[in-house]
């Protein structure tokens, strides 16, 4: 299957931050003096986490442990079906810059290739195939355990467009009906008046980001949208034995 023309592979910074909705406005509003939407300003995205049965990958990702590896497929419909395409992607941080490597198949094929990475593609990102060869080999039979989707609002820097800043709103999880074409719901993963912010530069932000950011008290937080959700869903099955 030929590969889109995509950027394969990234290397930034990138720092979280959970707002609540009120804060969020008046941040946009500070922000649009400094940011343009960005080439798909709205999107609907929609991700399926692998791991192993155990959940190994995200536990070992929760104790900061061998780079905090994650593994998605990912799409942009906002109603994808069978034959979409979609990204694979698997994101680790090394010396706390995050490093991203992708690329673009349909769904079932993704899902093939993540279960038998052995089986080498003519098209994949050499990178992303020697970091799932090991991810494989570490954790064995890594296959879909997580959807999570959400709203999504993404911007870029007038002065640098590769300050990019994203929003997202309305994120769900759950570990059943793992299929992206089921649709996107399930269990809020945050508050509902709260929202996930990024900021992802590739040195330092920016001084008005800053500024307005400590003008705003809005701290930077350690959050993992899989994290959450495998925590949530531990939480929600410590509660119903305890019933």
Do not use: C
């Not at 991700?47 to 192993?52: A, P, S």
């Not at 992206?180 to 990024?198: C, F, W």
């Amino acid at each position: 299957m030929k590969e889109h023309k995509v950027q394969k592979n990234f290397q930034r910074i990138e720092s979280k931050y959970l707002v609540d909705a009120k804060t969020m406005t008046a941040l946009e509003k500070e922000f649009s003096q400094h940011l343009v939407p960005d080439d798909y300003p709205v999107s609907t995205i929609s991700n399926l986490y692998f791991d192993n049965a155990d959940y190994d990958l995200v536990e070992d990702s929760l104790a900061r442990l061998h780079g905090r590896e994650k593994v998605r497929m990912r799409t942009y419909d906002a109603k994808p079906k069978a034959d979409s395409f979609a990204f694979l992607e698997i994101k680790k941080k090394i010396l706390e810059v995050g490093h991203k490597y992708r690329f673009v198949a349909d769904m079932a094929d993704i899902i093939r290739y993540v279960a038998h990475p052995t089986n080498a593609r003519p098209d994949a990102n050499p990178e992303l195939q020697l970091t799932l060869l090991e991810l494989q080999r570490r954790y064995v039979a890594l296959k879909p355990m997580m959807f999570i989707g959400y709203k999504r609002h993404s911007y870029r820097g007038i002065e640098d467009p590769k300050v990019r800043v994203t929003i997202d709103r309305e994120v769900v999880y759950r570990n059943y009906d793992l299929d992206l074409t089921a649709g996107r719901y399930g269990e809020p993963l945050v508050d509902d008046d709260q929202v996930i912010l990024e900021i992802k530069v590739n040195g330092d932000q920016p001084d008005w980001m800053v500024e307005i950011l400590n003008r705003y008290q809005v701290e930077e937080i350690s959050f993992s949208k899989y994290g959450r959700a495998y925590s949530k869903t531990l939480e929600a099955s410590e509660a119903r034995l305890a019933l």
